[in-house]
């Protein structure tokens, strides 16, 4: 296979840019796709596990695990999206070290700025690919995570009243058991034990 950075050191100059923006808009779709399926997938793991939470007993401290558990694999969705760029950026060899290409991904994508890292003159129009990238997937888990929380208020309220309940049951088989007691002490202490005249 021939080494990518070898064959864009072949384009001319004058192109440089143009290639910049098409490899940029291919990495942009792509990426986004990617993150769409994602969510995707995220979405419907967290509304099969909600009814589980919802017939079980009503544990609040699993509905809030299954939130933070939706949000950090939201979080994961994105720096795989930064660490795609990243990788893409030292396969064409555009910056030379890792860890630089992951720090200039990351402050792109999350439209930060670029650090102390550059592409160069002829390839910097990836850049600002790069945050348009980032808007466009920070819009899309936002809009996620609104119907997310709406969700998670809905569950978090149903398991509030369901423990409640439970709580108010609990209580009264307690009072009836509480009054069952003390009337059948009552009714020992006046009956057989009273001594007859």
Partial sequence: MP?????LA??????KPMAA?????????????????????????????????????????KGMFLLA??????????????????????LMGLV????????FCANAYTTLGYGNVDLGVHWRNISPIIGISGLFTFAWTTSALVGVVASHNKLIEQLEDEREQQIRTRLTALKEEWDANSSGTKGNAAGPD????
Avoid: C, Q
């Fill in 21 to 61: 923006l098409a490899i940029g808009a291919f990495m942009l779709v792509f990426l986004v796709l990617l993150h769409g399926a994602g969510l995707h997938a995220i979405l419907v793991l967290r509304k099969r596990r909600e009814p589980r939470l919802r017939a079980g007993r009503p544990l609040l401290v």
């Fill in 10 to 15: 072949k384009i001319p100059d004058e192109f």
């Fill in 96 to 103: 030379p070290r890792a860890y630089d290409a992951i720090y």
């Fill in 194 to 197: 009273k001594p007859s005249k």
């Fill in 69 to 90: 558990s939706t949000i950090f694999l939201m979080l994961g969705l994105h720096i795989v999206g930064f660490m795609l760029w990243a990788y893409a950026l030292l």
């Fill in 3 to 7: 080494n990518l950075s070898a064959l």
